[in-house]
Structures are given as C-alpha cells and as structure tokens.
C-alpha cells in the first residue's frame, strides 16, 4: 500500500458537472494538503488541514471545497469549474507543521480536464 | 516574501556525465529549511533533502550530493553519473521555520532529461 493513495488519477469534467477528488494516507501523519500543479507555474498550495481543523486557504475559489473527516482522508468537492482549472491535483501529508517543518509525501495525482 | 528561482527549465545530458541543477532562494528570515523534491513521470512528488539555514555543510547521498552557500543563497543538486531513472522534474522549495510547510515556496521545477 503505498503511503499516500489519489482516486482517480484521471478525470475528465464538464463545467456543470460535481465532482469529488478522494486523498487518503496511510502514514500517521496528522497534516493534509492540497496542491494545484499548472503547467510552466510553481506549485501551488490550496488548503492545509492540521489534525481535521483546516488552517489554510491559500485564496482559492469556492468552486473548490475541501473536507478533511478524518486525519487520513481528504476531499476535494469540485462544483462550476472552469476550463483553467484543469490541472494536475496533488495530495500531501506531513507531521504538524511546525515540528521540524518535515517533509511531505505526496500521492500520484489526479490528473483533472475541464471542457 | 519568499521566492524560489529554478533559473533552468530543462536540461539534457548523456547518461554517465554530471549534471547541477541550480536553486536560487530569497527570504527575510534567518531560520529557514531547504528541501528538493523529484517528480517522476508517474506524478508523485518524492522527497530527497531537507536542510536547515543554520547547517551549511554539504551532503552527499550515493550518486547525490548539495551543495547550500548562503553567502549566494544558493542550494544546488548534483547527480554524478547520471542515469536513466534520474529522468524527472527536480524541485526546489523554501520554507519558513515557524510558518512550516503552511508557507513552503517551491520553484518552478527543472526537467532533467538522461539520454541513454
């Protein structure tokens, strides 16, 4: 099992449509990221969830709607997407911030297309 | 602000010659942490370094070594021998000791490309 598993690694959505990207870990860590890798920019992190509590929004539309039930799974709700949003969606976990700022493992993608 | 300058974008080699990707930083704190990441085709981001402001001395892991000079804020990779697998966009980031990985800065990636 590898330590952070993305479902589905492909997605195709229209802009009307909802749909829900599923991060989870099998680490122990008590930390959770989203990051928005676009082509040619910097990654780009959307939301940090410490212990469930979210305690980052990095300005990200409310097209965009993360859930974080537990310390090993993570959501993100897709609704009303635009055509720049399609991008590569990455999944991360880590100790706390702050402890030694630890590295984060990240999952394999979802690769999202918005027509 | 922090910013992170991966100055080249994509670099070839012949497999078995060295290669240095470069990493240059800006930050205003004096306590801060380095990190270089790899991402192979298959998507995953996998950690390789992290080094703290106050520990400048090289490190070298197998065919792997970093070279961090914060007279030049700098904090570069370089593969001896490159290989085959080395293919992969390499990533260098930057963060915050305090603010932790809420505030990590990566650059924009170098894509190293090993021809066999």
């Known amino acids: 099992e590898t330590g952070v598993t993305q479902t589905p690694r492909h997605l195709v959505m229209g802009m009307t449509n909802k749909k829900s990207l599923k991060c989870e870990q099998h680490?122990?860590?008590?930390?959770m990221y989203w990051y928005k890798q676009s082509a040619k920019k910097p990654l780009e992190l959307m939301f940090v969830?410490?212990?469930?509590?979210?305690?980052e929004n990095n300005s990200v539309p409310s097209r965009f709607s993360p859930e974080c039930p537990n310390s090993s799974h993570l959501f993100l709700h897709l609704h009303t997407l635009q055509p720049e949003d399609s991008a590569l969606y990455l999944c991360?976990?880590?100790?706390?911030?702050?402890?030694?700022?630890?590295?984060?493992?990240f999952g394999n993608g979802t690769r999202l297309t918005v027509t | 602000a922090q910013k992170v300058t991966q100055a080249q974008t994509e670099i070839s080699v012949v497999e078995k010659e060295d290669v240095t990707l470069d990493c240059v930083y800006e930050?205003?704190?004096?306590?801060?942490?380095l990190f270089w990441y790899k991402q192979p085709p298959s998507g995953e981001l996998v950690f390789l370094i992290r080094r703290n402001s106050f520990d400048e001395q090289n490190e070298i892991s197998g065919r792997y070594s970093w070279n961090f000079q914060k007279s030049t804020s700098s904090f570069n990779f370089t593969i001896t021998a490159s290989q085959v697998v080395d293919s992969a966009v390499y990533f260098c980031?930057?963060?915050?000791?305090?603010?932790?990985?809420?505030?990590?800065?990566f650059g924009t990636g170098t894509r190293l490309t090993i021809i066999p």
């Open positions: 680490l122990g860590h008590n930390a």
């Open positions: 969830y410490n212990f469930k509590e979210q305690t």
């Open positions: 930050t205003r704190d004096t306590t801060y942490y």
């Open positions: 980031a930057l963060s915050e000791a305090l603010r932790g990985n809420e505030k990590l800065t």
């Open positions: 991360a976990s880590s100790q706390v911030p702050g402890q030694g700022n630890s590295p984060l493992h």
